[in-house]
């Protein structure tokens, strides 16, 4: 794997990230069915990326960060976007920004502290990501285009909120188990 080239995967990961503060300002100007496009595309993007550094062995490092960090700034900031606009309940919004803050400043303390601890992703966080980006989509499609669908985004909500709490959970009773069978330094 090499450190870092310009590639495709790479440039859609880019692009993705790039697309952050442009999906922000639509939100904020209340022009959801751009939003919820530019939204869909961006995860689109996400398994495309994924696919084409796996299929023609174009994974780097730099990858490795760039792919999770586009992905967690467009979902961080469009929850906190949405929250702002009132299409989101707040206590989710903060909910998931608090787990998100949890996740990167646990692991970069342990990463410090013993210098080698790998994070990967549970199978708690990947269904919570799913079930954010499902909630994300609902609430830009639902009232972008004026559709009125019930309880799906209460549901929705409460199902985000139980996934969060349920992967904050887990990384901290994993890594304090990992961190219990290390030494500082080790």
Not at 93 to 121: M, N
């Amino acid at each position: 794997m090499t450190l870092f080239r310009l590639n495709i995967p790479n440039l859609i990961s880019l692009a993705r990230l790039l697309a952050v503060p442009f999906t922000v300002w639509l939100i904020l100007r209340g022009q959801l069915m751009a939003a919820f496009w530019i939204f869909v595309l961006a995860g689109l993007s996400d398994a495309a990326d994924g696919y084409i550094a796996k299929r023609f062995n174009l994974r780097t490092v730099i990858g490795g960060y760039l792919d999770p960090l586009a992905d967690k700034a467009l979902l961080v900031s469009v929850f906190i976007s949405l929250g702002f606009a009132n299409y989101l309940e707040s206590w989710v919004v903060i909910l998931a920004v608090f787990r998100d803050a949890l996740i990167v400043c646990g692991a970069l303390l342990i990463q410090f502290l013993f210098q080698r601890f790998t994070v990967q992703p549970l199978l708690s966080s990947k269904l919570n990501t799913v079930f954010q980006f499902m909630l994300v989509a609902l609430a830009l499609g639902l009232n972008g285009y004026a559709i009125d669908a019930g309880p799906t985004i209460e549901i929705m909500t409460y199902l985000v909120g139980a996934t969060t709490v349920w992967s904050g959970m887990s990384y901290l009773v994993l890594w304090s188990r990992r961190v219990a069978a290390m030494e500082p330094g080790e």
